[in-house]
């Protein structure tokens, strides 16, 4: 190397790793920063079924040092070749509790001291078992009704969007961090990861559908603040328990006929029994819809589906049908670049990443 060379030498671009370990599969983003751009590295998934004695596809609970080795299984893996250990780690949306508060607008460091002991009236254990976290939601410029009426300045409160997440989460994922050998900059509950990889400037009310295995994940998202969510009790792996069932076929076979030809499928009862279990999910959703529009009085623009459900062949022309409104697929991979023969792949598999790009494309930040 030559002495201009040294001289020269730009510093080396910043590397990140994203890791959504979801309940059927972790999912790993890694990701490079060159001239302030996102570039696609490498990319993989691993499906935790088989580390429980289940199949692909299916949920499966297991100890932090199960996972711990997963998550070290995938890393080595050829295909995927990581090369950073600079990760941030999502945590389910369910091992967290949310809720939006009216307070006083006191400030910052004010309310640094209320909101631990507001929390204690919404949060149901005690408040030294869970860490806090929170943010004030953006107002939209009114006069409350009360001021109008008397003239005289009221109080202004703000909302504020507190999350506790129990201190035995974070010792997991902790565990599963030292174990695994990475280097983890920070936990995020999930929601807001997907909605930094699929959401634009939107200012209008999304619902992000995530299917996942056992569960489909509804939130209502306004300028990034989570206004409502519900987890609905079917996912992804209740179709293939359905087609298992109604074939008399293993669950193996069922998972393998429903990623390939997924609603589209030639026996058109096997698209017919996997909409049953769709049906469910949409009356659900729709329930929320419409629970969210009484409350706020405006509609929700759009719905965006991402989850490996999101993947199944057909379901979004039957979303689409169902809802009547905006139903789109999430694609996280368009805020990431990538090479140009990889469009079609990305773009179908991209639904299942949201997480993992969300926490990857933070982390780069961070690297900065
Ligand atoms: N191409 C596909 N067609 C149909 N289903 C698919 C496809 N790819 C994945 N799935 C299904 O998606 C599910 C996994 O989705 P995902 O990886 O989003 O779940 P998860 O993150 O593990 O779950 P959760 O978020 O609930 O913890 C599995 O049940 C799998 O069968
Ligand atoms: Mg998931």
């Keep these: 190397m030559s002495f201009l060379d040294t001289f020269f030498k730009k510093k080396d671009d910043a590397h990140a790793l994203g890791i959504d370990i979801g309940s059927s599969a972790i999912k790993i983003v890694q990701l490079r920063k060159k001239n302030g751009q996102a570039i696609l590295e490498t990319y993989g998934e691993l499906s935790l079924g088989p580390y429980a004695g289940l199949t692909v596809g299916q949920a499966a609970q297991l100890p932090a040092e199960k996972i711990a080795q997963a998550v070290a299984d995938l890393m ?28 006083p607008d006191v400030g910052p460091e004010k309310l640094k001291s209320m909101v631990p002991l507001e929390a204690r009236k919404y949060i149901p254990v005690p408040i030294q078992e869970v860490m806090l976290d929170w943010s004030v939601i953006p107002q939209v410029e009114s006069a409350p009704d009360e001021e109008i009426a008397s003239g005289i300045p009221a109080l202004k409160k703000t909302d504020v969007l507190i999350v506790a997440i129990h201190n035995d989460t974070i010792a997991r994922y902790q ?7 990475l280097e983890a900059g920070f936990f995020e509950i999930e929601v807001f990861s997907t909605q930094r990889a699929v959401l634009d400037e939107a ?161 780069l930040a961070e690297e900065e």
């Design 203 to 363: 200012l209008r009310p999304v619902l992000i559908m995530d299917m996942g295995a056992a569960s489909t994940k509804l939130y209502i998202v306004e300028r990034g603040i989570i206004r409502a969510s519900h987890t609905v009790n079917r996912g992804a792996q209740d179709a293939t328990f359905a087609l298992s069932k109604s074939l008399g076929v293993s669950a193996e076979e069922a998972e393998v006929m429903k990623r390939a030809s997924g609603l589209l499928n030639e026996n058109k009862s096997a698209g017919e029994v996997m909409s049953l279990v769709l049906d469910y999910v949409w009356s659900e959703t729709q329930t929320t819809l419409l629970a969210f529009e009484k409350k706020h009085n405006k509609p929700v623009a759009k719905i965006l589906m991402v989850g490996g459900g999101a993947s199944l062949k057909g379901i979004l022309e039957l979303a689409k049908e169902n809802f009547k409104m905006d139903v789109a697929l999430g694609l996280p991979f368009n805020k990431v670049s990538a090479p140009a023969f990889l469009e079609n792949i990305l773009r179908e598999t991209g639904p299942e990443f949201a997480v993992s790009i969300g926490l990857a494309l933070r982390k």
């Design 175 to 181: 565990e599963i961090v030292a174990k695994a050998g």
């Design 76 to 103: 080595k893996e050829k295909e995927v070749n990581v090369t950073t250990r600079k990760c941030g780690l999502s945590i389910p949306f369910a091992s967290s509790l949310m809720s939006v508060v009216e307070m």
